[in-house]
């Protein structure tokens, strides 16, 4: 009776045990379906956060021309207001697309049979338009402008010697009125560019137009070659790349031009206050500077603005 009563207690307590063991059990999954379902919802929220980026730049003011050719052999162009479906458009996709994790506006380029007028270089580069769709209204120094813009260098190749190809990135170029360009019997209204800023192995270079002779006359000085080229200067601070703000303020005789608002170049010579004979527009994109074989270049334009 005793060995009975002991199986029984013994049957009991493992029963009890038994039952335990199952609860916990229970217990454990229901924590672990807890931690699953929170860790779900916390990737939903993380995707919901995660909103696609635009860049801050307003197209409604700028062209842009692509590294590619119309029938006519020409470079393809997109103005305004066309420009502001630039995402949508096919010939324009492979050139000038927004990235949306990035916020920013990415203009690609590469050696093609496509280039402009005056130059053997290629280009997917906005020109400013004053007036919407119109080429023909344009300023001068007298007038004024500022130009403000955050980029980055995205991807560069490299030359033959290891050094990553030259990117231009802003531009302020001249240009003749019609009257100009009739008098000096020029076949169209294309001046010498007083700015270029380049990006140039990771640093940002500055590179302006001079008068070669300070005693040139008033039609004279309308031609292209009365003008050469500046040395060049280049700012310390290596941006690589990394974003960097760069400004251009353009006043009577003077331009002024900065980097991340910590280093300036200031040009207001003999020179500059000549060049207000000339009306000018900026420029802003990637005009990439080398015709070798599978080279290429994007830029990242973040931000880009224009007052005048």
Known sequence: MKIFRKEILVFVI????????????KSSVAESDVKIEKQEKRK??????????????????WKVTLPVTKENGK??????????DFAKNEKARPYMYIDSTKGA????AMPTASKTSNTKYTRSELRE?????????????????KLSAK????????????????????????????????LIGQKDNNAPPILKVYWQNGKIRVKTKVLKYKGVSDEAILHKEAWGDDKGRTFEQEVGFRKFNIEVDVSDGKMVVSLNKNEFF????????????FENYFKAGNYFQTRDEGAYAKVKFYDLEVTH
């Open 14 to 25: 493992a029963l009890f045990l038994s039952a335990n063991v199952t609860s916990q059990s």
């Open 151 to 182: 980029i980055a260098m995205d991807e560069v190749t490299r030359d033959k010697n290891g050094k990553y190809h030259k990117v231009i990135i802003l531009q302020i170029h001249g240009r003749l009125t019609n009257e100009q360009r009739d």
């Open 266 to 277: 200031v040009y207001d010579s003999f020179s500059i206050k000549k060049w207000g004979v």
């Open 44 to 61: 939903k929220k993380k995707k919901r956060n995660k909103k696609v980026k635009l860049p801050k730049i307003d197209l409604s003011h």
């Open 75 to 84: 470079p393809f162009e997109i103005s305004p207001p066309e420009i502001l």
């Open 105 to 108: 506006i990415v203009f690609h």
């Open 129 to 145: 338009q004053m007036v919407a769709g119109d080429n023909n209204t344009n300023w001068t120094f007298k007038q004024g402008g």
